[in-house]
């Protein structure tokens, strides 16, 4: 499949993938985006089609797969901090935000000893705040899966010792 072959397939099936992309987050929004991250990533990835194989499936994989990633991304990063088993968030809205007047002290505060950390345990753990897997951060920063994984688990250990007096609240 030559690339005009292959911007022609990918373009023909747009519609179909923003209706499916509604169908996978319900906001037209991230619709949108998850289309926009599918379409690229079609495009990056082209060497990686094969012939004579079915090219829409190909691309409706590539939206689920990016889809539940993003999604799993997403949990990851709101229960990080979060190791409490009360459900206490849950009887207010989640339409509205209810910030204590302490909260914007306490987030500038875990902010200044994640930036005050050492620069080779601060990237890795904000990576990882930002979502992405062990994996990611070890090929990224070229370091051992291992390794990551340890400094990571140091940082925690780290910042729960500097940060003692919220992990109570």
């Keep these: 499949m030559t690339q005009i072959q292959f911007n022609n397939a990918l373009l023909s099936l747009r519609d179909k993938l923003h209706y499916y992309a509604l169908s996978l987050t319900s906001d037209s929004e991230r619709a949108d985006d998850l289309l926009q991250e599918t379409m690229l990533k079609a495009l990056t990835y082209r060497d990686k089609f094969r012939q004579n194989t079915n090219f829409k499936a190909w691309i409706y994989t590539i939206m689920k797969n990016t889809f539940i990633n993003d999604y799993r991304r997403n949990v990851k990063t709101r229960n990080t901090f979060d190791d409490s088993n009360n459900d206490f968030h849950l009887l207010f809205s989640k339409d509205k935000v209810y910030p204590s ?36 951060i070890a090929d990224k920063l070229d370091l051992p899966l291992g390794t990551v994984k340890s400094r990571i688990f140091f940082t925690r250990k780290k910042l729960e010792k500097s940060l003692h007096e919220y992990s109570n609240n």
Aim: no cysteine; glycine share 2%; aromatic share 20%.
């Design 101 to 136: 007047p302490d909260s914007f002290y306490s987030t500038k505060e875990i902010h200044k000893s994640i930036d005050a950390l050492d620069e080779e345990y601060r990237i890795p753990f904000t990576m990882f705040l930002d979502g992405y897997k062990y994996k990611e």
